[in-house]
């Protein structure tokens, strides 16, 4: 990943924590998500509760990035953490993982994580990933190309 621009608006990861799960443990994966101290950069870890089916009360833990350098390392870091075949599967899946805004969305398996395995799903006991590129002019075309280019390793660049 190139980083003399800026790749990302945002980046906001959340999880959702039911009542069954241990939050203090997701919360954890959710900090160890970043390759920076929060505290040191005084990056907020937002929580929030919402209703889920049968009225469970589920938290919402969530962590934005906005900083150019937090977006730019965050994405270096996080595709140097994905297996050659994980890289592949993010290309191929690119386009339906982009938005009409130009937001790339990834899932990251919340038990393989816990593991400190990066394994992308699709299914729903995740880290949701929001990626909002910084694409201009704003086209899908833009976006996918930068999405090429973020997923190179910095080996390959």
Partial sequence: VQTSMRLAHTI???VIIPPEEDAAKLKEGLVRLLPFDIVAEKIVLHEQKAKGFNERTL????????????TND???WFVEKLSATQRKLL???????????NHFFLRIDKNAWLDGNVIITDLGNCYHIDIALAVFPSKKENALRLVETILKPVSEN
């Fill in 74 to 76: 965050w994405l270096r």
């Fill in 59 to 70: 938290l919402i833990s969530r962590i934005t990035l906005t900083k150019e350098r937090h």
């Fill in 91 to 101: 290309r191929d899946q690119m386009e339906s993982r982009l938005d009409e805004q």
């Fill in 12 to 14: 906001t990861i959340d």
